[in-house]
């Protein structure tokens, strides 16, 4: 079969490939639609710890495809059936394990992470993974390219549980990436009576107005604290979401809450520089609620697929540009322009 193989930093070789043969217990998809990361950037570029120096590994997390081979005594699914597959495993008996969070075991294992991933035209899910529920029927009719981005969705929805959005908030997101849309257009569907959003980069805003933005904000060039004011009558965002890597952003959420308000740093630091100055004072005189979220759990991608199969949110406008698996290194450099929102192998 035809895959992507890392070889090592900013070695990624199309190549033909074994195609894997599950063990018993295991199962087989052939993948329809892959999207390409922050993660799998980071990997390409030799900075995932799960990739150590003399890896040669398939990545590919962010994947929907149709089983090919199946255990018969799988309940619930059968031979030919279209799946997201969610890819996080954990090792089943840690603390966050039991309680549901698998996302967060300290020793766990991921599809595209630890094993060959969706950058192929087949992938082989460990019998661990089925065992916990990865493999998630979705609509036959969707588009599965847009299916494919139900990962990043679930830690969107994953997000947004933790802050526990109610209708009539108004909603602050900070960056206007495929996650910052994400937030936008879920934040909506929960409720919120404005959701502004705020981006420096000029192309990304009039994306977010065809999202659903309410209101779009160039921090650069506008006074983000006096527009919030004005849209709140001078009480501050309920809720802000930092979707942006950056120290800046998630410095200036503390001024810019509400009392009583919650934020979600939602986006990581740079490794290396994930210090901030952290105003005590106003979280303590504001009762803010200063919180984050990594990752997703199975549980939070079979909610995402459910909101999705239900066709109350869309995410095809999300893609971008579609790559054949045999472009896949052309398909890295556009994801890496960040041009594009999200691009997806369709091997």
Do not use: W
């Not at 995932?48 to 040669?56: A, D, E, F, I, Q």
């Not at 502004?196 to 904000?217: F, H, T």
């Not at 609620?289 to 990752?295: C, D, G, N, P």
Request: aromatic share 4%; proline share 7%; charged share 20%.
């Amino acid at each position: 079969m035809l895959a992507a193989v890392y070889h090592g930093p900013n070695d990624l070789r199309v190549e033909q490939v074994p195609r894997p043969e599950p063990r018993p217990g295991e199962a087989l998809v052939r993948v329809l639609s892959a999207s390409i990361c922050g993660t799998d950037l980071r990997i390409l570029h030799g900075g995932h710890r799960k990739y150590p120096p003399g890896t040669v590994r398939i990545p590919g997390h962010e994947m929907v495809g149709l089983l090919e081979a199946l255990d018969p005594a799988m309940p619930g699914l059968k031979i030919g059936q279209r799946v997201f597959v969610a890819p996080n495993i954990g090792c089943g008996h840690c603390k966050q394990c039991i309680s549901g969070q698998n996302n967060r075991c300290a020793n766990y294992e991921a599809i595209g992470v630890t094993f060959d991933g969706a950058f192929a035209e087949y992938v082989r899910i460990p019998v661990a993974g089925i065992q916990q529920g990865c493999l998630i029927p979705v609509n036959e009719q969707d588009d599965p390219a847009a299916q494919a981005l139900i990962e990043p969705f679930a830690c969107v929805v994953r997000g947004q549980n933790a802050l526990r959005i109610q209708p009539g908030e108004l909603v602050l997101v900070m960056g206007a990436g495929p996650i910052g849309m994400m937030h936008t257009k879920l934040a909506h569907l929960r409720g919120a009576r404005r959701v502004i959003v705020s981006e420096p980069n000029p192309a990304r805003l009039l994306q977010a107005r065809a999202m659903g933005a309410d209101r779009l904000v160039n921090p650069q060039n506008e006074d983000l604290a006096s527009i919030l004011r004005e849209e709140s009558n001078g009480d501050g965002a309920d809720v802000i979401i930092v979707a942006a890597p950056n120290h800046q952003a998630q410095e200036d959420a503390l001024k810019l809450a509400g009392i009583g308000g919650r934020i979600n740093f939602f986006g990581g630091l740079p490794s290396g520089h994930t210090t901030i100055n952290f105003d005590s004072n106003l979280v303590h005189y504001k009762e803010l609620v200063v919180m984050a979220t990594t990752a997703c759990s199975t549980a939070d991608c079979r909610q995402a697929t459910d909101i999705l199969n239900s066709g109350r949110i869309d995410l095809s406008d999300l893609v971008s540009l579609r790559f054949p698996l045999a472009q896949a290194n052309e398909a890295f450099k556009a994801a890496e322009t960040g041009q594009s929102l999200k691009v997806v192998l369709q091997p």
